[in-house]
């Protein structure tokens, strides 16, 4: 267990930028760290089941025995991994709509409310359920329950198997129907931890506190599924909640007291959806459960084996959580609209993480665990610091032009409905801080495999333990003289020193080659620096040409389209000639990966 909460605490340090998308991804890797026998792995989580399963198919194909090779259901191995890579496209699809449907999403929440006091007082009441449904019902099912319901899968025994889970049902409803009421009474003392308007926070809070107990049970159903090895459900979830969310305000908006009222009925519908339709998947898997005896539930071992795994993943989680509520309160005094452009900004921010950074991360464990097992450390050495580098080439270019060209992409994403020039200024500015740390958040998701792979997770969950307390000192100390751009350059100047500390820890560590590929690695770093702002030159002198010859004839958002895919151009056209002129090996690397994928 002392594995499982540096791997919550560390990841959560990776990922106090993100939101509850990435959350999800903290948890994979710690349940990935933890769980790494075949049959384990499957009951992590559907990214971590996967990634298990794909990982021993890939050593059969070279020739690498394993244990357990045979499926679980009875099928062959390779029928059990044609499946699996099935469900695999298919998750991946799921997860690439549902990220882009989370962005719309924001632009519907920015054309109904903008940044507005009415937006601040949504964004903290949704804030306050949504916090306590990463702590105790997302991680805590992944960590916890799957693992336990998975053995009683493997044991066989049905009336077991059926009074587990009826048991887990009861504690499950006990507990958050608890949480929820309590929070109902106790909004009117909660939302004092913010300065957004009382009364309406309150009502908002109240009104969306049933979110915790629908998307609760929805995890439970979420955990019931993974465990029988059937993910696509759990992927149609997020994006039925996604579509009610932007659906349901524009029906009941004209019948509601205001907009921000309707995006919270929105978000209750949305909870009941992710947990319906996951509903009869596992009536179908056989699996039926009701209310029983509050005594017998919370003495049954299974449920007490659960509590006593979901203790230290709490513990992790928290901090988290703690570091996401002081920032947000933070926020929320100052200035109205700053809490508000600071979740727009990160959702931007999410997006570019979700395409680049985690995918990253997930490819390159199995690979630096595979060198490590091995003690091939000059392979270990090589594969990390090649990650390092096309992580430097993508993300710096991609931060450079974003600074640069912020407000055109701001305008083209919000700018609609009550998301006014002030909204787009205040957004912009916090944007372009975020921008500033794009590397280095993007660099610890990479870095964090390589302790992974050596089973050291004590080393960067001290390294995220620092990172928490300077993001909370430096977002007080700048929010000040920079507003909500200050809690943005805060985040970027943490994760830079994470960067620095795990840097610092595997250095340490004496891993052969390691130093010499930082080296490297830093080398690429400064090059691609130097690359990208050589290339922004043209670009900023095209700029306002092209920006005016494009407002002329267009609408805004037209003209921004226009304006970033004109500019895009110019920067990416400059850029690839230097790296070509002086033949960087990162983009050769690019370049020949993405000639193999095309064949």
């Not at 506190?209 to 955990?223: D, E, N, R, T």
């Not at 696509?232 to 349901?248: D, Q, R, T």
């Not at 305000?249 to 947990?275: D, S, T, Y």
């Amino acid at each position: 267990m002392t594995r499982s909460l540096g791997a919550a605490i560390c990841g959560a340090s990776r990922h106090s930028e993100t939101g509850h998308i990435e959350q999800i991804i903290v948890f994979v890797d710690a349940a990935c760290n933890i769980f790494r026998d075949e049959k384990s792995m499957k009951t992590a989580s559907p990214a971590c089941a996967l990634h298990g399963r794909l990982s021993h198919m890939a050593e059969e194909s070279m020739g690498q025995p394993r244990h357990g090779a045979a499926s679980p259901r009875g099928g062959s191995s390779r029928d059990e991994g044609a499946r699996l890579l099935r469900e695999g496209g298919k998750l991946s699809l799921l997860t690439l709509i549902s990220r882009i449907l989370g962005l719309v999403r924001e632009m519907t929440r920015a054309a109904f409310m903008g940044t507005g006091a009415l937006a601040d007082a949504f964004t903290m009441a949704f804030m306050i359920p949504n916090l306590l449904r990463r702590l105790f019902a997302e991680g805590s099912i992944s960590v916890a329950f799957i693992p336990t319901f998975k053995g009683y899968l493997v044991e066989g025994d049905a009336r077991k198997t059926r009074e587990f889970l009826s048991a887990s049902f009861t504690v499950l409803l006990i507990l958050v129907l608890a949480a929820t009421a309590l929070g109902i009474a106790l909004a009117p003392w909660i939302v004092l931890l913010f300065k957004s308007d009382p009364y309406e926070t309150t009502v908002l809070t109240r009104l969306m506190f049933p979110f915790l107990a629908l998307v609760s049970f929805a995890a439970l159903l979420q955990g019931v599924l993974n465990a029988e090895g059937v993910f696509v459900p759990s992927g149609y979830a997020p994006i039925l909640f996604n579509i009610c969310y932007i659906g349901v305000p524009w029906l009941i908006a004209p019948f509601m007291p205001n907009p921000a009222r309707a995006l919270a009925v929105g978000v209750l519908v949305g909870g009941l959806a992710q947990a319906l339709c996951q509903l009869p998947a596992v009536l179908r898997a056989g699996h039926r459960f009701g209310f029983t005896r509050p005594d017998r539930a919370f003495h049954d071992p299974g449920v007490r084996k659960v509590l006593a795994l979901i203790a230290p993943t709490i513990l992790g989680m928290a901090a988290y959580q703690l570091n996401e509520l002081v920032c947000t309160a933070v926020a929320s005094r100052a200035g109205t609209g700053v809490a508000t452009s600071l979740t727009f900004s990160l959702r931007l921010l999410e997006l570019v993480l979700g395409i680049f950074a985690v995918s990253a991360g997930t490819v390159l464990l199995p690979e630096l665990t595979g060198a490590a097992k091995a003690e091939d450390w000059p392979r270990f050495s090589s594969r990390l610091g090649k990650a390092l580098d096309l992580i430097a080439l993508v993300t710096v270019p991609v931060a450079v032009f974003a600074m640069a060209m912020g407000r055109e992409i701001v305008v083209l994403l919000f700018q609609q409905g009550a998301f006014t020039e002030d909204s787009v200024a205040l957004t912009t500015r916090i944007f372009f801080f975020h921008m500033i740390g794009l590397y280095f958040i993007a660099a610890n998701r990479v870095l964090a495999p390589a302790f992974y792979a050596r089973e050291d997770t004590k080393s960067p969950t001290w390294a995220g333990i620092a990172s928490f307390g300077l993001n909370i000192a430096f977002a007080i100390a700048f929010v000040g003289p920079f507003s909500g751009g200050g809690i943005a350059l805060a985040l970027s100047i943490a994760s830079a020193v994470n960067t620095i500390l795990l840097v610092l820890l595997l250095v340490r560590a004496r891993i052969e080659g390691l130093l010499r590929a930082f080296r490297s690695s830093l080398g690429a770093l400064g090059r691609l620096c130097l690359y990208s702002f050589v290339a922004l030159v043209p670009l900023l002198i095209l700029k306002a040409p092209l920006a005016g010859l494009c407002t002329g004839a267009l609408s805004k958002k037209l003209a921004a389209a226009a304006t970033l895919v004109l500019g895009a151009l110019v920067y990416g056209f400059v850029g690839v000639s230097l790296l070509v002129l002086f033949r960087e090996e990162s983009a050769s690397l690019l370049l020949r990966g993405f000639r193999r994928k095309k064949r």
